[in-house]
C-alpha cells in the first residue's frame, strides 16, 4: 500500500556541488541533499512546495524544464521526460523524481518531487495533510 499521500517540490538553479563541498558545508542551503530523505529535514523542507495529485506535480516539472531547458533537450525532450515521471510517480514505492541537470548557459538545475510521508503513520514534516483523507 501507498503510505505517501502528497509530494514535495523542490528546485534549485545555480553553481553545482561536489559532495565533499557539500558537506564541508559550501553548498547554500536550497542545493538538493545527496539523500532522498534528507529532503524532508528541517533545512530542505522549509524551499519546497507541496503538490497532492500527479497532473500537478508534471505542471511543476514541466514548468520548472520551460523556463531552465536542459543542454540534451533536443535528444530527450520534454514530453518523454514527463511521460517517465508520470509513469513513477505512480508507483507504489520509489515513486519520487530527481531530475539534475546544466542548461546551454552551464547553469545546474535540480527539480525533485519527493513523496511524503516516507514511511506508514509517519508524519508530513511540515503538516500537510490530503484533504481527500
Ligand atoms: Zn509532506
Request: no cysteine; glycine share 0%; proline share 9%.
Given at each position: 500500500m501507498k503510505h505517501h499521500n502528497h509530494w514535495h517540490t523542490f528546485r534549485y538553479a545555480g553553481k553545482a556541488y561536489t559532495d565533499p563541498q557539500r558537506r564541508r558545508g559550501?553548498?547554500?542551503?536550497t542545493f538538493p541533499p545527496f539523500?532522498?530523505?534528507?529532503?524532508?529535514?528541517e533545512t530542505s523542507i522549509k524551499h519546497a512546495g507541496t503538490v497532492d495529485r500527479i497532473p500537478a506535480a508534471l505542471d511543476w516539472l514541466k514548468q520548472g524544464a520551460t523556463s531552465s531547458p536542459p543542454v540534451d533537450g533536443a535528444q530527450f525532450l520534454l514530453e518523454e521526460r514527463l511521460a517517465w515521471a508520470d509513469r513513477t510517480l505512480g508507483l507504489e514505492r520509489g515513486a519520487d523524481i530527481i531530475w539534475g541537470y546544466y542548461t546551454n548557459s552551464q547553469v545546474y538545475v535540480s527539480l525533485s518531487v519527493i513523496a511524503c510521508p516516507r514511511r506508514p503513520h509517519e508524519a508530513c514534516p511540515i503538516g500537510f495533510q490530503d484533504e481527500a483523507r
Open positions: 559550501e553548498a547554500p542551503s539523500a532522498v530523505k534528507d529532503f524532508l529535514s
